[in-house]
């Protein structure tokens, strides 16, 4: 990889982590902030996201979704355990793009493709392109004494 490609990789995990971030800390310090309503109005797999809206799981689905958007926001950020939080990152866009899923038209100026299908394939390539080793912590920590002793940690900070 080029110096330039490291240079726009790395702004890109910047832009894409203070996304997360800000998505995640405004939903956390928001104390009527719930996924309730998104979730009840789903339009595909509504016995499935019903569900993660029933009063029992609803405190875990909205813990889940705050602070897992904070998270991969401080993971893209720092640069540090990259590809773990990109592919669980990807899993949370998938299910924001399902519910309001009526293909083909995702909503009245998208087809097939909206913002959701963007970030999880931006997080897919970070995951596959080690960009955490680029300005990253992940450098640092892969060289830690840790990480050579344990090769699979190592693959999985990126």
């Not at 669980?88 to 959701?116: D, K, N, Q, R, W």
């Not at 897919?124 to 680029?134: C, D, E, N, P, T």
């Amino acid at each position: 990889m080029t110096q330039f490609q490291k240079i726009f990789l790395f702004l890109l995990r910047l832009a894409m982590g203070w996304l997360m971030f800000y998505a995640g800390i405004t939903k956390i310090i928001n104390p009527s902030w719930s996924a309730e309503g998104y979730l009840k109005s789903a339009k595909t797999f509504t016995g499935l996201f019903n569900w993660f809206a029933s009063p029992e799981i609803l405190p875990i689905t909205n813990f889940a979704n705050e602070w897992g958007l904070t998270v991969l926001g401080i993971i893209l950020i720092l640069g540090i355990f990259v590809r773990l939080g990109s592919i669980l990152g990807t899993v949370l866009m998938a299910l924001y793009y399902l519910p309001v899923l009526t293909f083909p038209y995702i909503a009245p100026h998208s087809y097939i493709v909206e913002e959701h299908v963007i970030y999880a394939l931006v997080l897919l390539f970070f995951a596959v392109s080690k960009a955490g080793r680029y300005w990253g912590l992940e450098q640092k920590c892969a060289n830690l004494p840790i990480c050579r002793k344990y090769p699979k940690l190592r693959s999985w900070l990126g």
